[in-house]
T-cell receptor, first 114, second 115 residues
Framework: AQSVTQPDARVTVSEGASLQLRCKYS??????LFWYVQYPRQGLQLLLK??????VVQGVNGFEAEFSKSNSSFHLRKASVHWSDWAVYFC????????????FGSGTRLLVSP | EAAVTQSPRSKVAVTGGKVTLSCHQT?????MYWYRQDTGHGLRLIHY???????EKGDIPDGYKASRPSQENFSLILELASLSQTAVYFC??????????????FGPGTRLTVL
């Protein structure tokens, strides 16, 4: 069965510094991968998505992620963090068909320090 | 603007009482989902639906029922609420096109507290 591991429950980054949030997946085959962001008291919003193709995908607000089949990873990156990025970030994996088969990670809480 | 809305946004219920959480979407999506979120955990799928008048069990359906009376509306029902059902509940919708059905659009959530 597919699974997602986000090894860091909490990450603190200084405003303006670069960011990497880690995501490791387990899936036999080529997965579809997603990063969602949850701002306080809100639902999840799609940040970016990977459909089989170019391994580097761009998202909103300067976020990007890179798919690595050899490392079974889909890490999220941003060059310069803004205070408004303070949120919880979820990685998710899917076989590509069957929305009910999406599996979410436990989330990484990003704290931005001044 | 297309959206997923949920009501109520928060609710306090008594143990053994009945709770109904409602979800409405204007995305014109065929697929709808109910998830629960517990502190420190990801989302877990309770029920989902591919079409009106039909629902399917997700990964943790025990203690929950679902109802999909129309394409736009999807309800989650707790017939006998229990303390363990205290959580935040999210509704989501997605397109029916293969490959796009994994891209889900979420409502703002309902915070349920069972006392």
């Amino acid at each position: 069965a597919q699974s997602v591991t986000q090894p860091d429950a909490r990450v603190t980054v200084s405003e303006g510094a670069s960011l990497q949030l880690r995501c490791k997946y387990s899936y036999f085959g080529t997965p579809y991968l997603f990063w969602y962001v949850q701002y306080p008291r809100q639902g999840l919003q799609l940040l970016l998505k990977y459909y089989p193709g170019d391994p580097v995908v761009q998202g909103v607000n300067g976020f990007e992620a890179e798919f690595s089949k050899s490392n079974s990873s889909f890490h999220l990156r941003k060059a310069s963090v803004h205070w408004s990025d303070w949120a919880v970030y979820f990685c998710a994996v899917s076989p590509g068909t069957g929305g009910y088969k999406v599996v979410f990670g436990s989330g990484t809480r990003l704290l931005v320090s001044p | 603007e297309a959206a997923v809305t949920q009501s109520p946004r928060s609710k306090v219920a008594v143990t053994g009482g009945k709770v109904t959480l409602s979800c409405h979407q204007t995305n014109n999506h065929d697929y709808m989902y109910w998830y629960r979120q517990d502190t420190g955990h990801g989302l877990r799928l309770i029920h989902y639906s591919y079409v009106a008048d039909s629902t399917e069990k997700g990964d943790i359906p025990d203690g929950y029922k679902a109802s999909r009376p129309s394409q736009e509306n999807f309800s989650l029902i707790l017939e006998l609420a229990s303390l363990s059902q205290t959580a935040v509940y999210f509704c989501a919708s997605s397109d029916a096109i293969a490959g796009r059905d994994a891209e889900q659009f979420f409502g703002p959530g309902t915070r349920l507290t069972v006392l």
